[in-house]
């Protein structure tokens, strides 16, 4: 090599060396290398761990050969701003020859012997980056596939982590136990020891395979809300149960109106088909006051009176929408009845104003619809079947007397 062009490729080589080290301690700044590097692992993970950390030692050290071979040229070049033909030699050597030796340790296996204790393998510079840049690309390839898989684990599982705090606060609060919430939070313990020993292992296709997370998740939100409700619950409970009570005031008269409207009809109407009367009043006064009482929160825990209040809540709503229902069907009937008889008076107006009012016939059937839908009890079949037949025999007169 002529003087310039060894200034030119030491030059070269320089600026080389400074971007490969920098890559390096970038590399190792990198959060998946950090993660990987400062974990006590298992499993898979641990394999990954172990090989990251054999390719990282072996880059450096292949990087330290590499830096010392550019120095070398440098500090002959610096000693000889002239440089002769034998410093030109020993430059294009170092520059471009094999001058960086690997220690025996870095020798491939394939090439050792038996009985043979093998030399140092020697790079060119320019083989020792290919080769470094090969080491350089399998470690960052390992760490930033087990990277995505780790943070994605580790976020999910702060979520997690997170709503068993807001969860286990609320139960701590409350008082007592809560069997489903123990279940969660020992598998969320499980799932935690698994995303921090050895991620990989809920891995699925280089993806991070957050299902029982997931599970977990849902499952402790559900406990936080129950929980969240047992608390609004012991701060309004006075509230809750006299609403509760209303309830069950309005349904006992609802109750009574039904029996009522029953007693009625069947006083009014000839065999009527009516539903059954609901009766439940009095069971859910019964669980009111088993859940209202004095001692009740202390004997099960606000979490389990909670869920007991609720259902009662529930229970007295629907009774009382059932019974309001059946009285208004037993009710259909009497108003069944008053409806055929505001049709019969309308019919026989219709009749007079047609010229029929001295029609014996028409009297006759008149006489009959009304003694039905004004005798009790009322045959409302019978009575619809008439009024049917007044009605057709007006609406025959009226086009016969068209034609």
Known sequence: MS????????????????RIGGALLELEAHQGYQLLDGAVLDGETRRVQSDVRSRTTSLWTLFDLYGRAVDAA???R???????????????????????????????????????????????????VDRMTALYEGVARSVAALDTVWSTLLSRLAEVEAERRAAGELLESLGGTDPEFERLRDELEAVAAAVRGDPLALARDGRADTARLDAVLTGLAGVRRRLAEAERLRDGFADRIRG????????????????????EVLA???????????????????????????????????????????????????????????????????????ELRGRLAAYR???????????AELARIYEQARELLWTSPCDLRRATVTLSEYQRAIMSRTKGAER
């Open 3 to 18: 003087r310039e062009e060894a200034d030119r490729a030491l030059a070269r080589l320089q600026d080389e060396k400074e």
């Open 268 to 338: 009014k109407i000839a065999s009527p088909v009516l539903p059954e009367l609901p009766e439940r009043s009095a069971s859910l006064a019964d669980r009111l006051a088993a859940v209202g009482g004095a001692g009740a929160p202390a004997r099960r825990g606000w979490h389990d009176l909670a869920e007991r209040v609720a259902g009662l809540e529930r229970a007295a709503a629907t009774a009382l929408e059932q019974a309001r229902e059946t009285a208004g069907v037993i009710r259909g009937l009497l108003d069944r009845r008053e």
């Open 74 to 76: 440098a500090g002959l």
């Open 349 to 359: 107006v219709k009749a007079a104003r047609l010229g029929h009012a001295e029609d």
């Open 244 to 263: 509760v009570g209303a309830v069950l005031d309005l349904l006992r008269e609802a109750e009574a109106e039904a029996r009522a409207v029953r007693d």
């Open 78 to 128: 610096a000693r000889h701003p002239r440089p002769g033909q034998a410093q030109l030699v020993e430059l294009t050597r170092l520059l471009t020859g094999p001058s960086v030796e690997l220690p025996v340790t870095e020798v491939p296996l394939e090439r050792r012997t038996l009985l043979a204790v093998p030399s140092g393998e020697r790079l060119t510079l320019r083989a020792a």
